[in-house]
């Protein structure tokens, strides 16, 4: 709100929206000319593409509140992640065609969450849209929007763009996905992900610091929150990933440990992927979760492990994720 009463807002809109010219928006950097309406390599152009948005119950407890997470989901993505639990939106690009909207439909989708009560707005994959992002927050904004913005991230993003959105996003949920770039390679089909993905949350981290500002609602206002998807076989390289948070951020920076993998999409089928083709055990997640507590990292949430499995599955996407606190963990 400070940004739109002194013109900042529009003037980090407008420079957000000239990177779409010679697209630059994620670390990909294909050049098409997205303004132009050119297909870029996240198979996305000039408008923005809405899959569904909903008041969504199944974030960490600080987000979701009793109204819910207004969540907005983008279709399609920068990334290719062969076990993407909603490839249905984000690898069906001629499909997800006629879900392009108008920047004025963004924001009128984002009023419309919050006077049903949402506590934030969450765009969930936003990292190709950021700047039609920026302009309907811009639109809202002008028409009454109050309520934090949460970037709900796969972390594959460009640092000038998140410098440009610095005090636009309130609180930032990148999902830190690999330690390893050949994984990022072989898994997502994107190169040098570590490199991008620490450099992004770096970013985040700098603009948010290490603490998590909370409302008088007990709600989540301000802050970073890195989400950490165990998966089989150790492809993640959780502790290698907890190590570098803790060393080059802060121990006490907020963790989110899921245990909701389940093998869907490529890792189902397809014999290359035979390393993703089951759920992981209660040994393999106990390892990540005693992890935690050896590098003293105790800020943050983690899933409950029996019923993890189930939280994205259609006929359960609107359950409640049990979350609990990490410092309520018992060996």
Not at 193 to 198: E, G, K, L, Q
Not at 205 to 222: A, I
Request: net charge negative.
């Amino acid at each position: 709100m400070k940004l739109l009463r002194t013109g900042e807002l529009k003037k980090r809109v407008e420079a957000l929206e000239a990177l779409l010219e010679n697209c630059t928006v994620c670390p990909k950097d294909c050049g098409n000319n997205r303004l132009n309406d050119e297909i870029a390599a996240c198979y996305s152009g000039r408008l923005p593409i809405v899959s569904s948005y909903t008041a969504h119950f199944g974030e960490e407890p600080v987000l979701s509140g009793t109204g819910g997470a207004g969540n907005i989901f983008f279709g399609n993505c920068n990334l290719r992640c062969v076990y993407c639990q909603n490839y249905q939106i984000s690898q069906t690009w001629k499909t997800q065609k006629k879900n392009e909207i108008t920047h004025e439909r963004l924001a009128e989708m984002m009023l419309e969450l919050q006077d049903r009560g949402c506590h934030n707005i969450g765009f969930v994959s936003p990292t190709h849209f950021a700047p039609q992002m920026a302009r309907a927050i811009l639109i809202a904004a002008e028409n009454g929007l109050r309520i934090p913005i949460v970037y709900n991230t796969n972390a594959y993003d460009s640092v000038e763009v998140l410098r440009l959105l610095e005090d636009v996003v309130d609180i930032y949920l990148p999902d830190l996905k690999y330690s390893d770039s050949d994984a990022g390679f072989q898994y997502s089909k994107i190169r040098d992900y570590a490199f991008h993905s620490r450099s992004a949350i770096k970013e985040m981290f700098r603009q948010t610091g290490r603490e998590l500002v909370y409302g008088d609602d007990g709600l989540l206002k301000r802050g970073l929150v890195v989400r950490l998807l165990v998966l089989p076989n150790d492809i993640a390289g959780i502790g290698e990933s907890l190590r570098w948070i803790r060393e080059a951020l802060s121990p006490d920076v907020a963790i989110s440990l899921m245990a909701q993998y389940y093998a869907t999409n490529k890792a189902a089928t397809d014999p290359r992927y035979i390393l993703l083709s089951r759920r992981i055990s209660e040994g393999e997640w106990f390892s990540a979760v005693s992890l935690l507590h050896e590098l003293g990292m105790e800020e943050g949430f983690m899933q409950e492990y029996e019923s993890a499995s189930y939280y994205y599955r259609p006929d359960f996407e609107d359950k409640d994720r049990p979350f609990k606190d990490i410092r309520d963990f018992e060996s």
